[in-house]
T-cell receptor, first 112, second 113 residues
Framework: TQLLEQSPQFLSIQEGENLTVYCNSS?????LQWYRQEPGEGPVLLVT?????EVKKLKRLTFQFGDARKDSSLHITAAQPGDTGLYLC????????????FGSGTQLTVLP | SQTIHQWPATLVQPVGSPLSLECTVE??????LYWYRQAAGRGLQLLFY??????ISSEVPQNLSASRPQDRQFILSSKKLLLSDSGFYLC????????????FGSGTRLTVV
C-alpha cells in the first residue's frame, strides 16, 4: 500500500489548459514537497509546504497543503509543453526527522 | 555551491556480476545521503540512508548493500546481480533538516541481462 497516493497517474492535456494533481494520505505529515522529474534525470525540488492550509505560488504553479496536513495539491494554470514531466509529491511523516516518503507520481504531457 | 555527482550514467551488467555505483557530494560537510530506486515513470523507493561515516540504515531487504567510507561518498554495491535489480538508481543528499528537500544526482540506469 502506497502511503502517499497521487492522482491522476497519467494526464495528457492541450497547451493552455489548467490542471490539478492531487496527493492524498491517511497519515499526517510535518511537511510536503513537490518535485518535477524529466526523463533520465533526477527529481528537482519545486516547493516545500509546512503549515496546514498553506498556499504557495510559483509563477503558474499553485501548491496547497491541506488543513489537516494529510494531503496536498498542485494546480498549473495555462499549461505549456515545458511543463511536461513526472510530478512527485513527497512527505515527511510526523515524528520522522530524516526521511521522505514519495508518492507514486503523475506523468503530465502537455501537447502543443 | 553544493553539487552531487553520480556515476556511471548507464550500466549493462550480466546476471551474477558485481555492482558498484558511486555518489559524491561537493561543497558541504556531514550531509545526509540516500540511495533510491525508481521503476519506470513511478515513485521512488528508499533503499539506504546514512547520517555519517560508516552509519548505514537499510529500508528494504534486498540483494544490495551500501557503504559510506568518507563523509561525502556513498557507494551502492552488490556481490551478485539479479534480473530484478534492474532500474533507475538515484543518489540524494540533504543538510540536516529534510524539510528543505533533497538534491538528487542525475541517476544511473542499470540493466541486468
Amino acid at each position: 500500500t502506497q502511503l502517499l497516493e497521487q492522482s491522476p497517474q497519467f494526464l495528457s492535456i492541450q497547451e493552455g489548459e489548467n490542471l490539478t494533481v492531487y496527493c492524498n494520505s491517511s497519515s499526517v505529515f510535518s511537511s510536503l514537497q513537490w518535485y518535477r522529474q524529466e526523463p533520465g534525470e533526477g527529481p528537482v525540488l519545486l516547493v516545500t509546504v509546512v503549515t496546514g492550509g498553506e498556499v504557495k505560488k510559483l509563477k503558474r504553479l499553485t501548491f496547497q497543503f491541506g488543513d489537516a496536513r494529510k494531503d496536498s495539491s498542485l494546480h498549473i494554470t495555462a499549461a505549456q509543453p515545458g511543463d511536461t514531466g513526472l510530478y512527485l509529491c513527497a512527505g515527511v511523516l510526523s515524528g520522522s526527522a530524516r526521511q521522505l516518503t514519495f508518492g507514486s507520481g503523475t506523468q503530465l504531457t502537455v501537447l502543443p | 555551491s553544493q553539487t552531487i555527482h553520480q556515476w556511471p550514467a548507464t550500466l549493462v551488467q550480466p546476471v551474477g556480476s558485481p555492482l558498484s555505483l558511486e555518489c559524491t557530494v561537493e561543497g558541504t560537510s556531514n550531509p545526509n545521503l540516500y540511495w533510491y530506486r525508481q521503476a519506470a515513470g513511478r515513485g521512488l523507493q528508499l533503499l539506504f540512508y546514512s547520517v555519517g561515516i560508516g552509519q548505514i540504515s537499510s529500508e528494504v531487504p534486498q540483494n544490495l548493500s551500501a557503504s559510506r567510507p568518507q563523509d561525502r561518498q556513498f557507494i551502492l554495491s552488490s556481490k551478485k546481480l539479479l534480473l530484478s535489480d534492474s532500474g533507475f538508481y538515484l543518489c540524494a543528499w540533504n543538510a540536516g533538516t529534510v524539510n528543505y528537500g533533497y538534491t538528487f544526482g542525475s541517476g544511473t540506469r542499470l540493466t541486468v541481462v
